[in-house]
């Protein structure tokens, strides 16, 4: 098997960095003073809906976009999208839309996101940095729901206590959906080495 394919966001189907998102989730735990061993079946699925989500905030930003005329995708293009879709403006705060001149975090994967629904759509700098802000906030959200006595949450009680409705609908499907993916690659090369191993007894 390739390097490439060793990839957790590979084997779980996704185009996010699964360890980008823990390395942020994990600071995020810490700062509550919690510090949890957080395992694939939190990582994989909480990226997976991170994902969902980050599509559906391009695919409408493209959109408003694409209405204005423009080939980038603009800060008030992405306002304007979180601001006309209920679920989106109930989760997101785009009230502060001036955000520091630094290398956004999730800009490699966030613009792959792009061009899956986009293709042919870019976006500036301003904008990859205030869509890392937005993410970072609900990186956040995801962080405040682990509890601190209990060691353990479901993530999909999660992603329904941040979520409304068809968001946490659809983020629900596509994180169960990675993960089942992700497990059945590690079920899959557990027994290709059990096979290995057989052969190699039998000589």
């Excluded at 080939?71 to 785009?94: C, G, P, Q, W, Y």
Aim: hydrophobic share 40%; charged share 30%.
């Amino acid at each position: 098997m390739s390097k490439k394919m060793e990839r957790i966001e590979h084997r779980a189907g996704l185009t996010f960095s699964v360890s980008a998102v823990a390395k942020v989730l994990s600071g995020k735990t810490e700062i509550r003073g919690i510090k949890y061993n957080l395992s694939k079946k939190h990582t994989v699925p909480i990226t997976a809906a991170i994902e969902y989500l980050t599509a559906e905030i391009l695919e409408l930003s493209g959109n408003a976009c694409r209405e204005d005329r423009k080939i980038r995708i603009k800060i008030e293009h992405m306002v304007k999208a979180i601001s006309n879709d209920d679920e989106l403006n109930h989760l997101f705060d785009t009230s502060v839309t001036v955000v520091p001149e630094s290398t956004p975090k999730f800009h490699t994967w966030t613009y792959k996101i792009l061009k899956q629904v986009h293709p042919d759509t870019g976006i500036n700098a301003d904008t990859s940095r205030f869509l890392d802000k937005l993410l970072m906030d609900l990186i956040g959200k995801f962080a405040n729901e682990f509890p601190v006595m209990k060691k353990d949450i479901k993530i999909d009680d999660m992603l329904n206590n941040i979520l409304s409705h068809e968001l946490a609908k659809h983020a629900v499907s596509e994180a169960t959906k990675a993960l089942v993916k992700y497990n059945a690659t590690i079920e899959y090369d557990k027994q290709i080495k059990n096979d290995q191993k057989v052969v190699m007894e039998a000589k």
